[in-house]
C-alpha cells in the first residue's frame, strides 16, 4: 500500500468516525411541519396618537407599516440562528411567528417584541429632576439585557427630533438635542470581546457614508466644550433609555470630529446583552411597536402518517438506489454504496453541527441528494471502463486510477458550479431559500468526499486484492455496459442536425409559456396569503382525520395544526364565505362541537422582499456559474450551458402551469434543488468536449459538431446510469411519499427529465450552432 493511499484510507476513517460521534451526540432540529413549534402572536401599536388616527383613515398605509415590520422580523428571526420560521401577517394589525426547535421562547419573544430605536445624541448638559419624557426612575437599568425579565411596555414612542431628558447610565438626567443619527445611519454593528484593552464585552458600530459625515459633525460640536463638561458627551439612546453616554477624547479637535465612521458602545455587557444588540441594530428598529399578546405550543403541520409516509419512501428509494449500483457495476457498486451510506452520515452530522432544521422537503431533497450522489462514482467507473475497454490500462486496479484521475476534472467543474450558487444564495436570499443554499452546499461537499476519499480509498484495498486482479469481470470494470454497447454498434451521430433538436426544445419552451399565460400559475399561501381560522372543539381533534376531511371536502391544501388540547388552527388560500362555512362545518362534523374563535385574513409567508432577494440571488447566481464557466470553457459553452438551465426552468413551470399544480414552498424547494443540479449535466458533457479537443488539436484534425457527438455518445452511459439512479429515488418518494411528497417528487421528476434532454439536445446543440455562426473562434 502506497503512502496516498494510508493518507485517503485514515482520512476516510477520521471523516466518518467524527460523523458518527457528530449524529450521535447532535441531535437535528426537526421544523414546523414534523414536529410543530411555539407560536408567537404580536400586535402592532400606533407610535403616536397622529399614528393611529393616519391608521384609521388610511388602511392600505397601515397594512404597509405591518408588512415592513414582518420584514424586519424576519431578518431578527435569521439573526437568531432559527431555520424555517413561518411568519405572516394576520388581520390588520397581528402578526404570527412561529418557531421550530427555540431553545428559550420567552428570551425569542423578547427580543422580537423590541422595538429597536437606536439614536445618537449631543448632551446639552444636565437636568435638575426630569421631564416629562423620561424619568431616572423610569431608565435606571441602561443595558440592554434589561429586557429579558419584563416584556417592553407598549405606548407613544417619543419623538427623537425633539429635545428630550433622559437618565444616564449611573441615573444622572441628562438632557439631550434632537437625534443627530439613527439605527437607519449604520451600515454594520458586532458585539466583540476585548480581552487585552479590558472594555470587555462591547458592541462596535460603522457608519454609512452619510452617517460617517454627521458622526464627525456630532463629535465635533461636543469637543467645543471643555474636558469634564457633560456638554461633552454624546448620548446612545435604545428604546427611551440611554445605554452608553461617553465624554469625547482631549484628543478630538473642536470642530474637526472623530473621522472613520465608526464607534464603540460600551456598557455592563455580557455576550448575550452585546449580542442582541448588535442583532437588533443590524435588523433595524420596527416601523410600530408590538406586544406578544399570546405565545403558546403548536402542533406539526404535517400529521404522523405523513411522516411515516416519507420515511418510508426515503429508506425504500435509497435501498433501490443502492441495488441499482451494485447491479451494474457489480463490486464497485456494492463499494459506492458503503460510500452513498457515508455520504448520507456525513450530510445529516453537518447539518446537526450547523443547527439546521429538517422539514419533510429538506427531508426528501437529503434523499435525492443520494441518489445525486452517485453521479460523481458513476462519473469515475465510466472513465475506468472506457480506459480498459481501450487497452489503455490493462488491469483493473489501473484503469481505476485512471478513471479517477480523468474525472476529476468534471466532478470539480460540475460541483463548484453549484457550490457557487448555494454560496450566493446563502449570501444574498434569506428564509427558506436561504437556507436551502446551507443544505445544497453541505450535499455537494459531502458528495464530493464520499466519492473522492472514501470510494477511492475502498476501491484501492477492493482491486489490490487477488479474486479481482484474476476475474477482473467481478469489478464491474471489464464491461463496458449496455448503453454504451448499443452506441458502439449504431454511431447514431446525434449532431449530425443540430437545429432539429433546438427546434424541439423552441416548441417545448412554446408550449410551456402558453401554459403560464393561457393558464397562470396557483400561487401558494406562501406567496398570495390566505385565510386562518381558529375553532375551539368540545374534544380533542386528531389532525390527521382534520385533514383528511378538509381534503375530502375540497381543501386538500388545508394546513391543520393543533395547540393545546382542544384547539384547532386550519389555514388556507384565499376563500369566500361559503367556503369559510363548508370548513367550519366539517371541523363541526369531526369534533361534535367546534367554536369559532378567530377568522382573520392572512398575508404570505414569503414576503416581498423575500421573493426579491431570492430572485436577485439566483440572477446572480446564474451570472456567476456563467463567468465560472466562460472561464474554465470560454464564453460560448458556458453560455450554452446556463440558456440550457433556463429552458429547464421554464419548462417546469409550464408543466405545472398546465397539470394546475400549486406553486408553493414545495414546489419553490423542488425548483431550487432542478437549478442547483441542472447545469451538471451539461458541465460533464462540455468537459467531454474540452478533453476531445485538445486531444484533436494535438492530431487528426475533427470538426466541432463531431467532437460534440463523440462528447454526446461517450458520455451518455455516465447520464443514463445517474438518471437513472435519481428517477428510482424519486419515483419511491412519488409511490410512497403520500400527498405531501407527490407534487414535490412530480416536479423532481419532470425538472430531471428536462434536465437530462436539455443536456444532450439543448445545451450541445447550441454549443454547435454558436460555434458555426463564427467558425473562426475556438470554443474551448
Same mark, same amino acid.
Given at each position: 500500500?502506497?503512502? $496516498?493511499?494510508?493518507?485517503?484510507?485514515?482520512?476516510?476513517?477520521?471523516?466518518?468516525?467524527?460523523?458518527?460521534?457528530?449524529?450521535?451526540?447532535?441531535?437535528?432540529?426537526?421544523?414546523?411541519?414534523?414536529? !410543530?413549534?411555539?407560536?408567537?402572536?404580536?400586535?402592532?401599536?400606533?407610535?403616536?396618537?397622529?399614528?393611529?388616527?393616519d391608521a384609521e383613515t388610511d388602511a392600505d398605509a397601515g397594512t404597509g407599516t405591518v408588512d415592513r415590520t414582518v420584514e424586519v422580523l424576519r431578518g431578527r428571526v435569521d439573526a437568531l440562528g432559527v431555520a424555517e420560521p413561518t411568519i405572516v401577517r394576520s388581520g390588520d394589525d397581528r402578526i404570527v411567528v412561529e418557531l421550530p426547535g427555540v431553545q428559550d421562547p420567552a428570551e425569542a419573544a423578547q427580543v422580537l417584541g423590541r422595538t429597536a430605536q437606536l439614536t445618537f445624541h449631543r448632551v446639552l448638559g444636565t437636568a435638575v429632576g426630569a421631564g416629562s419624557e423620561g424619568t431616572p426612575e423610569a431608565g435606571r437599568d441602561a443595558a440592554p439585557g434589561a429586557g429579558r425579565d419584563a416584556a417592553p411596555t407598549p405606548g407613544p414612542r417619543p419623538d427623537p427630533t425633539r429635545a428630550r431628558v433622559l437618565p444616564d447610565?449611573?441615573?444622572?438626567?441628562?438632557? *439631550?438635542?434632537?437625534?443627530?443619527?439613527?439605527?437607519?445611519?449604520v451600515e454594520e454593528a458586532a458585539a466583540r470581546f476585548d480581552q487585552q484593552g479590558g472594555a470587555g464585552w462591547h458592541v462596535t458600530v460603522d457608519f454609512e457614508d452619510a452617517g460617517?459625515?454627521?458622526?464627525?459633525?456630532?463629535?465635533?460640536?461636543?469637543?467645543?466644550?471643555?474636558?469634564?463638561?457633560?456638554?461633552?458627551r454624546v448620548a446612545i439612546v435604545l428604546d427611551d433609555r440611554i445605554i452608553s453616554s461617553p465624554q469625547v477624547d482631549p484628543s478630538v479637535g473642536c470642530g474637526a470630529g472623530i473621522s472613520g465612521g465608526s464607534t464603540m458602545i460600551n456598557g455592563a455587557f455580557d455576550d448575550g446583552d452585546a449580542r442582541e444588540l448588535a442583532l437588533l441594530v443590524n435588523g433595524g428598529a420596527l416601523p410600530v411597536p408590538v406586544e406578544t399578546?399570546?405565545?403558546?405550543t403548536v402542533g406539526p403541520t404535517l400529521g404522523a402518517q405523513a411522516v411515516t409516509a416519507g420515511a418510508r419512501a426515503a429508506a425504500v428509494g435509497s435501498v433501490l438506489t443502492a441495488l441499482f449500483v451494485i447491479v451494474v457495476y457489480r463490486l464497485l457498486g456494492v463499494l459506492a454504496a458503503v460510500a452513498l451510506l457515508c455520504y448520507g452520515l456525513i450530510s445529516y452530522a453537518a447539518l446537526a453541527a450547523l443547527g439546521a432544521t429538517l422539514t419533510l422537503p429538506g427531508l426528501a431533497g437529503f434523499v435525492l441528494a443520494i441518489g445525486m450522489a452517485v453521479d460523481a462514482n458513476?462519473?469515475?467507473?465510466?472513465?475506468?471502463?472506457?480506459?480498459?475497454?481501450? &487497452?489503455?490500462?490493462?488491469?483493473? &486496479?489501473?484503469a481505476l486510477a485512471a478513471g479517477f484521475r480523468n474525472a476529476l476534472g468534471a466532478i470539480a467543474d460540475s460541483n463548484i458550479t453549484t457550490l457557487i450558487a448555494a454560496g450566493l444564495l446563502f449570501l444574498l436570499a434569506s428564509g427558506p431559500v436561504r437556507g436551502f443554499g446551507v443544505?445544497?452546499?453541505?450535499?455537494?461537499?459531502?458528495?464530493? #468526499?464520499?466519492?473522492?476519499?472514501?470510494?477511492?480509498?475502498?476501491?484501492?484495498?477492493?482491486?489490490?486484492?487477488?479474486?479481482?486482479?484474476? %476475474?477482473?469481470?467481478?469489478?464491474?470494470?471489464?464491461?463496458? !455496459?449496455?448503453?454504451?454497447?448499443r452506441l458502439a454498434r449504431r454511431d447514431p451521430r446525434l449532431m449530425r442536425r443540430p437545429r432539429r433538436w433546438l427546434a424541439v426544445s423552441a416548441a417545448a419552451l412554446v408550449l410551456a409559456g402558453t401554459g403560464i399565460a393561457l393558464r397562470g400559475l396557483d400561487l401558494g399561501i406562501e406567496f398570495t396569503g390566505g385565510r386562518q381560522i381558529e375553532y375551539a372543539t368540545t374534544t380533542p381533534v386528531d389532525p390527521d382525520r382534520a385533514r383528511a376531511v378538509l381534503a375530502d371536502a375540497g381543501f386538500p391544501h388545508a394546513v391543520v395544526q393543533t395547540?393545546?388540547?382542544?384547539?384547532?388552527?386550519? %389555514?388556507?388560500?384565499?376563500?369566500?364565505?361559503?367556503?369559510?362555512?363548508?370548513?367550519?362545518?366539517?371541523?363541526?362534523?369531526?369534533?361534535?362541537?367546534?367554536?369559532?374563535?378567530?377568522?382573520?385574513?392572512?398575508?404570505?409567508?414569503?414576503?416581498?422582499?423575500?421573493?426579491? !432577494?431570492?430572485?436577485?440571488?439566483?440572477?446572480?447566481?446564474?451570472?456567476?456559474?456563467? #463567468?465560472?464557466?466562460?472561464?474554465?470553457?470560454? *464564453?460560448?459553452?458556458?453560455?450554452?450551458?446556463?440558456?440550457?438551465? $433556463?429552458?429547464?426552468?421554464?419548462?417546469?413551470?409550464?408543466?405545472?402551469?398546465?397539470?394546475?399544480?400549486?406553486?408553493?414552498?414545495?414546489?419553490?424547494?423542488?425548483?431550487?434543488?432542478?437549478?442547483?443540479?441542472? #447545469?451538471?449535466?451539461?458541465?460533464?458533457?462540455?468537459?467531454? #468536449?474540452?478533453e476531445l479537443t485538445r486531444r484533436a488539436e494535438e492530431g487528426r484534425a475533427a470538426s466541432f459538431r463531431r467532437i460534440a457527438d463523440r462528447a454526446l455518445q461517450q458520455t451518455l452511459p455516465r447520464t443514463v446510469n445517474t438518471g437513472?439512479?435519481?428517477?428510482?429515488? *424519486?419515483?419511491?418518494?412519488?409511490?410512497?411519499?403520500?400527498?405531501?411528497?407527490?407534487?414535490? $417528487?412530480?416536479?423532481?421528476?419532470?425538472?430531471?427529465?428536462? !434536465?437530462?434532454?436539455?443536456?444532450?439536445?439543448?445545451?450541445?446543440?447550441?454549443?454547435?450552432?454558436l460555434h458555426e455562426r463564427r467558425p473562426g473562434t475556438r470554443p474551448l
Open positions: 500500500m502506497s503512502r $496516498a493511499q494510508r493518507i485517503r484510507g485514515l482520512l476516510a476513517l477520521a471523516v466518518v468516525a467524527l460523523s458518527l460521534y457528530v449524529a450521535v451526540t447532535v441531535p437535528v432540529h426537526l421544523g414546523l411541519d414534523l414536529r !410543530g413549534g411555539t407560536q408567537i402572536v404580536l400586535e402592532t401599536r400606533p407610535a403616536d396618537a397622529d399614528a393611529e388616527t447610565e449611573s441615573g444622572q438626567p441628562l438632557r *439631550l438635542d434632537a437625534a443627530a443619527l439613527t439605527g437607519s445611519h460617517r459625515d454627521r458622526w464627525a459633525r456630532l463629535t465635533g460640536e461636543a469637543a467645543c466644550r471643555p474636558a469634564g463638561d457633560p456638554a461633552r399578546v399570546e405565545q403558546r458513476v462519473l469515475v467507473f465510466e472513465r475506468a471502463r472506457e480506459e480498459y475497454a481501450a &487497452r489503455h490500462r490493462p488491469t483493473p &486496479r489501473s443544505t445544497l452546499g453541505i450535499g455537494v461537499l459531502a458528495s464530493m #468526499v464520499s466519492a473522492l476519499v472514501i470510494t477511492r480509498a475502498l476501491a484501492d484495498l477492493a482491486v489490490a486484492r487477488p479474486g479481482p486482479r484474476r %476475474r477482473p469481470h467481478l469489478t464491474g470494470i471489464a464491461h463496458t !455496459g449496455v448503453v454504451r454497447d395547540s393545546g388540547e382542544n384547539r384547532l388552527t386550519v %389555514r388556507t388560500g384565499r376563500l369566500s364565505d361559503a367556503q369559510a362555512d363548508a370548513v367550519g362545518a366539517a371541523v363541526d362534523e369531526l369534533a361534535g362541537r367546534a367554536d369559532e374563535l378567530r377568522d382573520e385574513a392572512i398575508g404570505p409567508s414569503l414576503g416581498e422582499e423575500l421573493r426579491r !432577494g431570492a430572485l436577485i440571488a439566483l440572477a446572480v447566481a446564474l451570472g456567476a456559474q456563467l #463567468v465560472y464557466l466562460a472561464a474554465r470553457f470560454r *464564453l460560448l459553452l458556458g453560455t450554452a450551458a446556463v440558456a440550457a438551465l $433556463a429552458h429547464d426552468v421554464v419548462i417546469l413551470v409550464g408543466v405545472f402551469a398546465w397539470l394546475g399544480k400549486p406553486v408553493d414552498g414545495v414546489f419553490l424547494a423542488a425548483l431550487l434543488t432542478v437549478i442547483g443540479y441542472s #447545469v451538471n449535466d451539461s458541465v460533464v458533457v462540455f468537459d467531454r #468536449v474540452r437513472t439512479g435519481a428517477a428510482i429515488v *424519486l419515483t419511491a418518494l412519488a409511490v410512497f411519499g403520500g400527498d405531501s411528497l407527490a407534487d414535490f $417528487a412530480l416536479a423532481l421528476l419532470v425538472g430531471l427529465a428536462v !434536465g437530462t434532454y436539455s443536456s444532450m439536445f439543448t445545451a450541445t446543440p447550441l454549443a454547435v450552432v
